[in-house]
């Protein structure tokens, strides 16, 4: 049988760390291409995007993919680039804390990112606060109704009744806006109407790989200062074992390669022990 040829042009990166990748048939090879191909140019979009909430030419945006393979990095990386008035809330918020969030960096030169805050979803107040902050209206007004005083801090006093928001927000989440629970669709459907949505459609296990590799490609390795040999190495185990590791992630990558660099001569046992699903 003879295998149909492509037109398709490698990657300059793909091909400079060819090394890394295992040996596959053409078919197989192909595939691996398409993937690289489809990540490369959704983290691309993602990394333009954030630009884009940063200068102000987009209000919100919703970027949504599995832990640990670069989404938070990609955001963070381009902030702190900028170095601009940005705060990065992770792991949840209260209806109070969201408010004095929102409240203190209200201005057109300030930037929210949600990182991780999914909880913010499951009530009501929050999402309601969260979809007036990203209207599309001219004028964004957030109002929060209550008898109680809330202050901000000392230096921004009370916060009032009602105020008009123009800042911007990055939300970063594990949750699949475009296909969510029942309880959570109306208000996903609400936040996606108002943003810019990246699904960046890491589905399966060589998803996963793929994506370390190209982190790999770009340096994630550079302060371990492990060599091509040793890199190639924590490689090779990860696609040797990528169905019986507790996580396919950058953060397992990372754990591997201190391993092989600190234990030459037993890293894979101690890698066998700590870094698989147990029988």
């Known amino acids: 049988m003879r295998v149909k040829r492509t037109n398709r042009k490698l990657p300059r990166e793909y091909k400079a760390n060819r090394k890394l990748l295992p040996s596959y048939d053409v078919e197989s090879f192909e595939s691996d291409i398409e993937i690289w191909n489809k990540l490369d140019k959704r983290f691309r979009v993602l990394d333009t995007l954030t630009n884009h909430v ?8 919703i970027v949504y993919g ?4 670069g989404k938070s990095y990609t955001v963070e990386a381009a902030l702190e680039c900028w170095g601009g008035n940005y705060e990065i809330i992770k792991g949840g ?11 203190k960096y209200r201005s057109r030169d300030s930037v929210v990112v949600f990182d991780d805050c999914d909880s913010i979803l499951l009530d009501l107040e929050c999402i309601s606060l969260l979809k007036a902050a990203c209207d599309t209206t001219e004028r964004r007004r957030i109002s929060y109704m ?5 202050t901000a801090d000392d230096e921004l006093g009370t916060i009032p009744g009602t105020w008009e928001f123009e800042g911007r927000i990055i939300f970063i989440t594990n949750t699949d806006f475009a296909n969510a629970p ?21 589905k399966s296990s060589r998803d996963y790989i793929i994506r370390i ?7 994630l ?10 890199i190639v190495d924590v490689m090779k185990y990860i696609d040797d074992n990528e169905r019986v590791l507790r996580e396919l992630s950058l953060r397992m990558a990372i754990k591997l390669g201190a ?21």
């Not at 029942?182 to 890491?202: F, G, N, T, V």
């Open 221 to 230: 390795f550079t302060s371990l200062g492990l060599t091509k040999e040793m």
């Open 66 to 69: 599995p832990a640990g393979l």
């Open 213 to 219: 590799k190209q982190v790999v490609a770009t340096g």
């Open 259 to 279: 391993l092989r660099k600190d234990s030459a001569d037993d890293w894979k046992e101690i890698a066998d022990v700590t870094c698989k699903k147990g029988d």
């Open 146 to 150: 209550t008898n109680d005083k809330i």
């Open 182 to 202: 029942p309880k959570l669709a109306p208000h996903c459907e609400a936040m996606i109407s108002r943003s810019h949505y990246i699904d960046l459609q890491m």
């Open 54 to 61: 940063i200068n102000g030419s987009a209000r919100s945006l």
């Open 93 to 103: 918020a209260t209806k109070i804390g969201l408010l004095r969030t929102l409240y």
